[in-house]
């Protein structure tokens, strides 16, 4: 057997009984006497194809291919993964009882059938749930949010939904306090496969109290107003730096600096960057003291400057459109520079401003009942 596939042998009828009757055909309890044959139950993920699964079990090359051939119509068995689980029951004197594969939430049940097999296919039955947690930050969202028990993807959809208000890696004070409830449903065997934040809040020293719910596809908060932005809070965008760093085991906690008309954020060399509102690149080369620098130009006069990049993203040069939240470079320490650090600057007309204290009201909004059901999702959370 196969790294992490399972075997167990019942012998029949009691053995049926207790572990083997869900994955067998109905009837397939008939064919045991009371010294019958033992039914060996093997479960566990497609490590080795199907064929080797079929194989370890006893089944010869004819029952073989016929399984493989009434798979085939509904399932391509060359695509296969280490996550598809499967259930099957032969008994020790060759015969297949019974299968079950399930990939992409379907369900493909194999049973005996007059000279060969049939499939059932199926959807496979997920159950909804939602969770509400609460706590306080100790050293960083990430840590203390996982610490209390919400899912990595789930804490990703939250700092998205306040990706335009909070700066989730510089603006985190230790006493902040969070809270969010969530909707998910979850496969049969507890994996979850979809997750949906239903209201949140952030409430920070630095950033006040920030909240929102979801109504339509969207994010509200307690007065109705989108939490969508031109701008997002910071360039260097949470989900993208989480990504980049989960396979490095590093979470950084970034700082920022203020040394001259912009801001500059201490980070490791590498870290994504990205575009703070949709626009198109005006420059993406070196340029003296700057370095590698990316300037791009959004609608209303606005103007944002990337400065000290390790490298570009693929595909940044002049002319370009580039889409809030792409990754527009990494960070580096290029031009006049005295360490890893991201120089970013905003302009509107030419003049420069102070990006952490711009103030916009979200142009989209929702009123009358959309806004009472927003408000009341968000006020359940306390
Ligand atoms: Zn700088």
């Known amino acids: 057997m196969s790294g992490n596939a399972e075997l167990r042998t019942f012998y029949l009828p009691a053995a049926l ?40 079990g006893g089944l010869d090359d004819r029952e073989r291919f016929l399984v493989s051939r009434a798979l085939r119509k509904d399932l391509d068995l060359r695509r296969l993964r280490p996550e598809d689980p499967y259930a099957v029951s032969f008994s020790t004197w060759g015969a297949l009882f019974g299968l079950k594969i399930t990939r992409d939430l379907r369900e493909y049940e194999v049973k005996p059938s007059s000279g060969g097999y049939a499939v059932e296919v199926r959807d496979v039955e997920l159950t909804s749930a939602s969770k509400k947690l609460s706590g306080e930050i100790r050293s960083s969202l990430w840590e203390s949010m996982s610490a209390a028990g919400v899912p990595a993807a789930v804490i990703l959809d939250y700092a998205d939904i306040f990706s335009w208000s909070v700066d989730f890696l510089t603006e985190v004070r230790d006493g902040d306090r969070w809270a969010l409830s969530w909707d998910y449903s979850s496969d049969p065997a507890g994996k979850v496969v979809s997750q949906k934040v239903t209201a949140a809040y952030y409430d920070g020293a630095e950033t006040g109290r920030k909240s929102a719910a979801a109504w339509g596809g969207g994010y509200y908060d307690e007065t109705g107003d989108s939490v969508r ?17 989960t396979n490095r085991r590093f979470h950084p906690v970034l700082k920022i600096f203020r040394p001259h008309q912009g801001i500059d954020y201490a980070a490791p060399y590498g870290t994504p960057v990205s575009a703070v509102a949709d626009g198109t690149v005006t420059w ?12 791009v130009r959004h609608g209303a006069g606005y103007e944002t400057t990337y400065g000290h990049l390790s490298r570009f993203a693929g595909g940044v ?17 290029s031009g006049l520079s ?15 401003l102070n990006f952490l204290k711009m103030k916009y009201r979200s142009s989209v909004s929702v009123s009358g009942k959309a806004k009472e059901a927003v408000a009341a999702a968000i006020k359940a959370l306390d």
């Open 317 to 333: 040069r002049r002319g370009r459109r580039v889409s809030q939240g792409d990754v527009i470079g990494y960070v580096g320490s």
């Open 338 to 352: 005295s360490g890893p650090h991201l120089d970013f600057r905003i302009k509107l007309r030419g003049t420069p």
């Open 284 to 295: 993406a080369a070196w340029k003296g003291a700057n370095g590698r620098l990316v300037i």
């Open 17 to 56: 009984l207790l572990a083997a009757a869900a994955l067998l055909p109905a009837g397939g309890c008939g064919r045991g006497a009371p010294e019958g044959p033992a039914v060996v139950v093997s479960s566990g993920t497609f490590t080795s194809s199907l064929d080797a699964v079929l194989k370890s």
């Open 229 to 245: 932005n031109m701008f997002l809070r910071a360039p260097l965008h949470y989900r993208r730096i989480s990504s980049y760093f």
